[in-house]
């Protein structure tokens, strides 16, 4: 179905596909994740994403002490036991839950269709102009970012408007209130208002810093820093890509993340920058707001650091608290869980690293799940969304007692998961069942909506479901929940 604007909706039930060649996996569209003809070439410092070969995916492991303070991937072995990643449909010989057997036809003898809820795909937008590197919700609209420079706008699964940024493709998006804040690859951040009267009514109001600050800035050399031999800049600019932004709405602050290694703090209300931190040795990939004045960035570094916002004087400086992870591959995601207080870290080797606040920030667990490497996280509750170069999406609920069980694996993209994000489903009638609508944006050049139940059952309960369904035995047959431990064994 295609609107007035050029914009496509493809409505599909359930996207139930199948398994894709093993082949797939080592090909990929994105253009900032080198393959091995362009490598030499590539400027990503995420470069490593894809470099890896077929024995890479039978060696990859990784384990964690409870106890350290520092998670140091490289001092620890190797833990290749069941856990979901064993789950996943891409090592099953048999046909996966989510890939269904055209042989199995729905019936009231069917648990899996009519006893539990259902995850899966309620639609596809597609426009045809570029790659979707970030999303972001404000009440029914959707908004999203592509390297056409484009922001689009879409509501009820149809595209409802847009706004050209005229340079730097869209990296990241947040909204607080009528702002819209996107950051560029070009360094620029730029800001936007949402017109009172015509929702559909987007202007540029700005872009940060302000002309004025960079101006008055740019006059005193004590706020110049030294980034290349013989190239200075003004601290309170970004002089690479602006790759990811978090906002903290009780303070009125927005941190903003940058390949040049900095993190920068900036005032919504007057749009002046309050600081900027030298926080990595590699750029920064992610910037989170946690709990307790602290503030978390992943880098290409391989490090995941702790910040705490402290009074100084009449302003605020952000001061290193803790670092707590430490390997070769870069880390490419993070996402807070706010009640719960765990934060979890993507990165390069395609595992989720997660830390627990109540237990001092050790080390929780891995969650495997991916062949290729995390490129974005998104948190609901006690859901846990990973995206990945594999082109799919997993789904994980943290248990009592903080292990975290696969539910799901969504597929259907053709290319990398580069984005996502999640609102509560406010559509269903069963109050008991919380159900969340999944949005994902990937470089195929479409976003995917799906519907994911928190009471669904998980991988390894559904397997066993349906081996009853096959067999004709009882539903009622006592099944084994595969949850992952703090070493990230089961």
Not at 121 to 137: K, N, Q
Not at 189 to 206: A, M
Not at 335 to 342: F, Y
Request: glycine letters at 8%.
């Amino acid at each position: 179905m295609r609107n007035e604007r050029g914009g496509t909706m493809v409505a599909e039930r359930n996207a139930l596909h199948h398994r894709p060649r093993f082949e797939a996996f080592l090909h990929s569209s994105d253009p900032s994740l080198p393959s091995p003809a362009n490598a030499a070439n590539h400027q990503d410092p995420n470069s490593d994403i894809n470099n890896n070969n077929n024995n890479d995916y039978s060696t990859r492991r990784s384990s964690a002490s409870a106890n350290s303070p520092v998670y140091d991937a490289s001092t620890h072995g190797s833990s290749a036991e069941a856990s979901p990643y064993a789950m996943s449909p891409w090592n099953q010989a048999t046909a996966s839950p989510y890939n269904k057997s055209p042989w199995i036809t729905p019936s009231p003898l069917n648990p899996l269709e009519e006893n539990f809820p259902v995850n899966g795909l309620i639609g596809s937008l597609v426009r045809e102009e570029g790659h979707i590197y970030s999303l972001a919700v404000n009440g029914d609209l959707l908004y999203t970012g592509s390297d056409s420079k484009n922001i689009r706008v879409w509501k009820n699964l149809k595209e409802f408007t847009g706004f050209k940024s005229k340079s730097g493709l869209i990296k990241a998006i947040v909204i607080s209130g009528e702002k819209i804040f996107t950051g560029h690859q070009d360094g620029k951040i730029r800001v936007w208002k949402v017109s009172t009267k015509n929702p559909s009514n987007h202007r540029r109001v700005g872009s940060l810093p302000t002309l004025k600050d960079f101006i008055r800035s740019s006059m005193n050399p004590k706020n110049y820093v030294e980034v290349r031999r013989h190239r200075n800049v003004v601290r309170i600019r970004h002089f690479d890509a602006v790759s990811c932004m978090s906002m903290n709405e009780d303070q009125g602050l927005l941190y903003t993340g940058s390949w040049d290694k900095t993190f920068k703090v900036w005032r919504i209300a007057d749009s002046k920058c309050l600081e900027s931190v030298a926080a990595h040795d590699d750029a920064v990939n992610s910037v989170v707001v946690g709990f307790n004045s602290l503030v978390f960035t992943g880098s290409a570094d391989g490090t995941v650091k702790v910040w705490r916002r402290e009074m100084q004087g009449k302003g605020t400086t952000h001061v290193l608290v803790q670092t707590l992870l430490k390997q070769e591959n870069a880390v490419t995601a993070l996402a807070m869980n706010q009640e719960a207080a765990v934060v979890y870290c993507g990165s390069s080797d395609g595992l989720v690293n997660y830390w627990d606040w109540e237990k001092h920030l050790s080390h929780g667990g891995v969650l495997r799940g991916h062949k290729l490497a995390v490129l974005c996280l998104s948190t609901a509750r006690n859901l846990v969304f990973s995206g990945s170069a594999d082109k799919n999406i997993c789904v994980w609920r943290r248990e009592e007692g903080g292990a975290h069980s696969c539910l799901s694996v969504l597929t259907g993209h053709t290319g990398p998961v580069k984005c996502l994000t999640v609102v509560e489903d406010y559509g269903t009638e069963d109050k008991a069942d919380q159900r969340w609508v999944v949005y994902s944006g990937s470089l195929d050049r479409s976003v995917k909506v799906w519907r994911v139940s928190e009471d669904a059952p998980n991988l390894n309960q559904i397997m066993a479901l349906e081996k009853d369904a096959y067999s004709g035995t009882s539903n009622n047959k006592k099944t084994t929940l595969v949850t992952v431990n703090k070493l990230g064994k089961p």
